[in-house]
C-alpha cells in the first residue's frame, strides 16, 4: 500500500530534550516536507526537501532541522524543544513539480512540557 | 508574496442543502491550486486541484471547484451535504520557487452538517 509513515504518532517531552520524528514514504517521491498545523493558522511548511541532499527551508524554520540521506526517509529534528513547539506535525510526499498532490501522512501530535 | 484566505473558520449546512466553501488567493504568477480534506484525527487528502485546461474541476465525494482568474477565487461546491462531508477543508496554492515550489495553505474551514 503505497502511505507516509510518521512515528511516534503522540509524544510527550519536557524542554530542552532532543528528539526526532521519523517520516518514510514508499512511492519513490522526490519531493518531501514537514508542516505544522495549529488551530486558526492551517498548515505552516516548515522545510522541504526537493531530493536526497536538497533540503530548503519553508516558512517557519527556526528551531527545526531535517536532513535527507535516502530517499524515502525524511525526519524532523527538534535540538532543543521548546513548549511553542507543541503542535500538529505532518510529514508529506508528492513526484517533483508545483502541480503534483502531496500525500500526507497521519500526523505526530507534539506536546512540550 | 502568496496567501490565501478561506472566508470562514467555520460552516454549518443541513443535510442535503448546497454546500460553499470560500478561498480567495493572491499570487503575482498563475498558481497551482488545491483542496484538501481533513477528517478527524487523520492526515490531509485531496480533493481536487486546477492545473491547466477547464476551470472548472470535479474532484471525490460530488465536490467541485471554479478557478476564477478575474476573482482569484477557488470556491468549492457540493450541491447536497452528506453527514460524512463533515470535516475540516483546507485551500492551498503552490507554484515554482527557485529550485523547487512552495504550497501555502489557507487557514482552514471546518465544515458541520446538521441531520
Known amino acids: 500500500e503505497a502511505q507516509v509513515t510518521q512515528n511516534p504518532r503522540y509524544l510527550i517531552t519536557v524542554t530542552g530534550k532532543k528528539l526526532t520524528v521519523t517520516c518514510s514514504q514508499n512511492m519513490n517521491h522526490e519531493y518531501m516536507s514537514w508542516y505544522r498545523q495549529d488551530p486558526g493558522l492551517g498548515l505552516r511548511q516548515i522545510y522541504y526537501?526537493?531530493?536526497?541532499?536538497?533540503?530548503d527551508k519553508g516558512d517557519v524554520p527556526e528551531g527545526y532541522k531535517v536532513s535527507r540521506k535516502e530517499k524515502r526517509n525524511f525526519p524532523l529534528i527538534l535540538e532543543s524543544p521548546s513548549p511553542n513547539q507543541t503542535s500538529l506535525y505532518f510529514c508529506a510526499s508528492s513526484l517533483r513539480g508545483s502541480q503534483e498532490t502531496q500525500y500526507f501522512g497521519p500526523g505526530t501530535r507534539l506536546l512540550v512540557l | 508574496a502568496q496567501s490565501v484566505t478561506q472566508l470562514g473558520s467555520h460552516v454549518s449546512v443541513s443535510e442535503g442543502a448546497l454546500v460553499l466553501l470560500r478561498c480567495n488567493y493572491s499570487s503575482s504568477v498563475p498558481p497551482y491550486l488545491f483542496w484538501y480534506v481533513q477528517y478527524p484525527n487523520q492526515g490531509l487528502q485531496l480533493l481536487l486541484k486546477?492545473?491547466?485546461?477547464?476551470?472548472l474541476v470535479k474532484g471525490i465525494n460530488g465536490f467541485e471547484a471554479e478557478f476564477k482568474k478575474s476573482e482569484t477565487s477557488f470556491h468549492l461546491t457540493k450541491p447536497s451535504a452528506h453527514m460524512s462531508d463533515a470535516a475540516e477543508y483546507f485551500c492551498?496554492?503552490?507554484?515554482?520557487?527557485?529550485?523547487?515550489?512552495?504550497?501555502?495553505f489557507g487557514a482552514g474551514t471546518r465544515l458541520f452538517v446538521k441531520a
Open positions: 492551498a496554492v503552490s507554484r515554482a520557487n527557485g529550485g523547487g515550489f512552495k504550497t501555502i
Open positions: 526537501s526537493m531530493n536526497v541532499e536538497v533540503t
Open positions: 486546477y492545473t491547466t485546461g477547464a476551470t
